[in-house]
């Protein structure tokens, strides 16, 4: 096997051997390959020619499952990958493909990091447009740019110029893709409004519900209503708080655990199941695997996984069986706090857009800080606990992903009445805050980068990189990236983005500080 798309990938350089770092074994990661050359394959066989609506089901799905911590399950990622190859009509759909490797990491450094970075993001961009479909949103400009993006990295003629425009692209159409599911998300279930949600779980049964799909919540939430169970929220389901639609339900309770690498120690002796909607699955140890729960992309072998009707009795029955605690049972963050709070999306900070920037205008805001992105199990994570905690008073920390967990508990006060630290919600939710970031500088008469806003961001797998992407389309400079810089990134492209864009690994919290305070 062959694998450097995540952060953690052994050495920084790449998993290869029996198992990557992740738990993904080496007939997995074969499975995934074949997977992924079949979409290219599709894709170069179609040629420009507008994909069938079956044909945009597969690739979203198809890109999805091969995400890190998604799908560990042979069986599955084969019987997709037959379905793909059943659209070539002289395909024998018996073939396994099991055998094929992904004809990419055989190209020279530059132009494999390059087709990885498109490839990659757009696995990424696929989980959103995978969200949004599900909501009954779609656009075919979206649907149509996977196909081509995989054109472009199955292209053997493919040059480093060829290439770059097309990373711009995936990030240009990402942004697309965020706006896309933004607007799915809030027309389905609400505008997001500032929630506190406790970290308390209540006596009597309970699911945790882990992963992004608000729709399987929704299911849920419906599903388990008036039954005497109650809702908790794990990883980056937490923003769901503060949706109405949601939040409306009163066995929505609260949030359990911090992010998605502690949960080998968080599940292993709760009384209640936990259903995982997407990544980050971590192989369930079988302490805890016969009440773990899958359903949509996500998928590991030997726990259930709920089909496409989203019938979740045997998650309600487990919970009924296992029966909660039996008396409250107060937990805390990582910093101790017994509270966090969720739903700072663009609507509600455009709506004190004015105080904002009147109060950064008389001095009383100096700096803003998004510090995003994804949490993950390396000790250097700490930087950025130790990073917000320098944030000065002055200063405003946005937030969003599962990052946040290393400080959400934290209680930093406000600024011109205003919390010091803002979640603005799931990585998706990036949206909210670039759109946050142009709609000030349009106020302002000024570029993103005129602002007092400085960019400092955790990444672990493949969202992360399409983000990362629509920042760097933004023309958005300056980025700090931690906690080390992604193994395909090659030296001629790193110095590239470092040239073109000043992105820079992050350092120690004070200097990365001192720095930033400096460029505004
Ligand atoms: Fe965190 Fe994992 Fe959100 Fe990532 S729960 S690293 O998938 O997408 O952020
Ligand atoms: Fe390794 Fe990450 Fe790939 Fe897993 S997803 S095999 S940890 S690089």
Redesign the pocket.
Known sequence: ?F????E???GCK??TGEN???G?SFMV?NTQDSLTQALIDLSLSLNGKEPNDNQRRLMLEGLFTTI?NVNFDCEKITALTKEINSQFPNTNSEDTYSDHSLQLWAETEDIRSLKSLILFGLRGMAAYAYHAAMLGYQDDKISDFFFEGLRAVGNPEANMNGLLPIVMEVGKVNLRCMELLDKANTETYGTPIPSTVSLTVNKGPFIVITGHDLKDLKLLLEQTEGKGINIYTHGEMLPAHAYPELKKYGHLKGNFGTAWQNQKKEFSDIPAPILFTTNCLMPPKHSYSDRVFTTGAVSFPETIHIDEDKDFTPVIQKALELGGYEKDVEFAGINGGKEVTTGFGHATVLSIADKVINAIKDGQIKHIFLVAGCDGAKPERSYYTNFVKLTPSDSIALTLACGKYRFNDLDLGTVAGIPRILDMGQCNDAYSAIHVAVKLAETLNCSVNDLPISFVISWYEQKAVSILLTLLYLGIKNIRLGPSIPAFMSPNVLTYLVENFGIAPITVPEDDMKDLLKQA
Not at 3 to 6: G, I, K, L, P, S
């Open positions: 096997m694998c450097f798309q995540c953690q990938t052994a790449g998993c990557g770092v992740c993904k990661a890190t």
